[in-house]
């Protein structure tokens, strides 16, 4: 009799303890997150994520801006990816055009303002900070060459700079991108293009990062790289010899933007990432490296950036810029993609 009742205790106890661990693998989620945020401000970001939901994995996948937004829509009909983090707005519009995002409000979407975020009740995309277009210069090489540090687009024609500048290429990178489409809303189409044939003239290489110019031009590769203002501004610091100007025209710019991506099975996870992913924490995180985050912090602005950051923006329509993205694309693919640096 007592080896039966032991017997019998010790089969219930197998069966409570593998139900248990049953229970905790269903508990452990993994969400596949597609991100064009830079490298190294990936695990800083995600700390804080990490600390608050240790059951969830994180699958990253880092890309620039036309890589992510071509990978999306080429999964359209079997997407991958559960969350788009910190990838450019104008992106992301072409991807909600298609049907490919499903409304989520993440908690506290209340607190951003509405040019930072999809209109509807339940926003198809959510800003988290704003980029802008400078130009990277290397005051040593300047010097040594006997250049001027120009100040403007319009200064970036002159024809001391032949094949000095680095730009990204717009069909793969979002930098390029917000570059190009404020070319065209600052002076209009036709003279937009016009002035794109002469700077033509003066640019070395395309890249296909953002960061890339400002990378090269820290290394005395090229003088002037055209990029974005926090990638210099980290390069100085740094101890490179960089100085980063905002065009006296206005600065181009976007937001990195995050998304819920439409799929049959939608985790709950992916909504608890998109919910921190506006957090205080979050947002105090990103003002480390933007002037601009959707929810303001106590941060001071970062040193290096104009002291009121929003005035050097110039008037964005981003579904203009969406709607056009192809047309645009493909007009400067055909024009001037032959000094694009090739594909790694």
Request: net charge negative; with cysteine.
């Given at each position: 009799?007592?080896?039966?009742?032991?017997?019998?205790?010790?089969?219930?106890?197998?069966i409570?303890t593998?139900?248990?661990?049953?229970?905790?693998?269903?508990?452990?989620?993994?969400?596949?997150?597609?991100?064009?945020?830079?490298?190294?401000?990936?695990?800083?970001?995600?700390?804080?994520?990490?600390?608050?939901?240790?059951?969830?994995?994180?699958?990253?996948v880092?890309?620039?801006t036309?890589?992510?937004?071509?990978?999306?829509?080429?999964?359209?009909?079997?997407?991958?990816?559960?969350?788009?983090?910190?990838?450019?707005?104008?992106?992301?519009?072409?991807?909600?055009?298609?049907?490919?995002?499903?409304g989520?409000?993440?908690?506290?979407?209340?607190?951003?303002?509405?040019?930072?975020?999809?209109?509807?009740?339940?926003?198809?995309?959510?800003g988290?900070?704003?980029?802008?277009?400078?130009?990277?210069?290397?005051?040593?090489?300047?010097?040594?060459?006997?250049?001027?540090?120009?100040?403007?687009?319009?200064?970036?024609?002159?024809?001391?700079?032949?094949?000095?500048i680095?730009?990204?290429?717009?069909?793969?990178?979002?930098?390029?991108?917000?570059?190009?489409?404020?070319?065209?809303?600052?002076?209009?189409?036709?003279?937009?293009?016009?002035?794109?044939?002469?700077?033509?003239q003066?640019?070395?290489?395309?890249?296909?990062?953002?960061?890339?110019?400002?990378k090269?031009?820290?290394?005395?590769?090229?003088?002037?790289?055209?990029?974005?203002?926090?990638?210099?501004?980290?390069?100085?610091?740094?101890?490179?010899?960089i100085?980063?100007?905002?065009?006296?025209e206005?600065?181009?710019?976007?937001?990195?933007?995050?998304?819920?991506?439409?799929?049959?099975?939608?985790?709950?996870a992916?909504?608890?990432?998109?919910?921190?992913?506006?957090?205080?924490?979050?947002?105090?995180?990103y003002?480390?490296?933007?002037?601009?985050?959707?929810?303001?912090t106590?941060?001071?602005?970062?040193?290096?950036?104009?002291?009121?950051?929003?005035?050097?923006?110039?008037?964005?329509?981003?579904?203009?810029?969406?709607?056009?993205?192809?047309?645009?694309?493909?007009?400067?693919?055909?024009?001037?993609d032959?000094?694009?640096?090739?594909?790694?």
């Amino acid at each position: 009799m007592r080896k039966t009742i032991l017997f019998c205790f010790s089969a219930l106890l197998l069966i409570v303890t593998t139900a248990c661990s049953q229970g905790s693998a269903e508990e452990k989620t993994e969400i596949t997150v597609y991100t064009a945020l830079e490298d190294d401000m990936i695990e800083p970001y995600l700390s804080s994520f990490h600390k608050k939901h240790p059951d969830i994995k994180v699958n990253i996948v880092r890309d620039s801006t036309g890589v992510i937004t071509s990978k999306l829509l080429a999964e359209k009909d079997n997407p991958v990816a559960d969350v788009v983090w910190g990838t450019a707005a104008t992106s992301l519009l072409v991807a909600d055009q298609e049907g490919m995002l499903k409304g989520y409000a993440p908690k506290g979407v209340d607190r951003i303002a509405s040019q930072y975020k999809d209109s509807g009740d339940k926003p198809h995309w959510v800003g988290i900070d704003a980029w802008m277009t400078a130009f990277t210069v290397n005051t040593a090489e300047m010097k040594e060459m006997g250049l001027e540090v120009p100040q403007s687009y319009k200064d970036l024609l002159d024809p001391q700079y032949k094949d000095l500048i680095v730009m990204p290429n717009p069909a793969s990178s979002g930098t390029g991108y917000l570059t190009v489409s404020a070319l065209i809303q600052l002076m209009g189409e036709e003279n937009a293009w016009n002035y794109m044939d002469k700077l033509h003239q003066n640019v070395g290489m395309y890249t296909h990062s953002g960061s890339k110019p400002a990378k090269l031009a820290g290394q005395g590769e090229y003088p002037i790289g055209v990029s974005f203002g926090y990638r210099g501004i980290t390069q100085a610091e740094k101890g490179q010899p960089i100085k980063t100007i905002f065009p006296e025209e206005g600065s181009g710019w976007d937001l990195e933007a995050n998304a819920l991506v439409k799929k049959e099975n939608i985790k709950p996870a992916a909504k608890k990432f998109l919910d921190w992913a506006i957090s205080d924490k979050a947002m105090k995180a990103y003002s480390e490296n933007f002037a601009i985050t959707t929810v303001p912090t106590d941060k001071p602005v970062p040193e290096g950036f104009p002291e009121n950051p929003t005035d050097q923006l110039i008037e964005n329509d981003f579904n203009w810029a969406a709607e056009n993205r192809s047309t645009i694309l493909d007009k400067w693919t055909k024009k001037y993609d032959g000094k694009s640096a090739p594909k790694e």
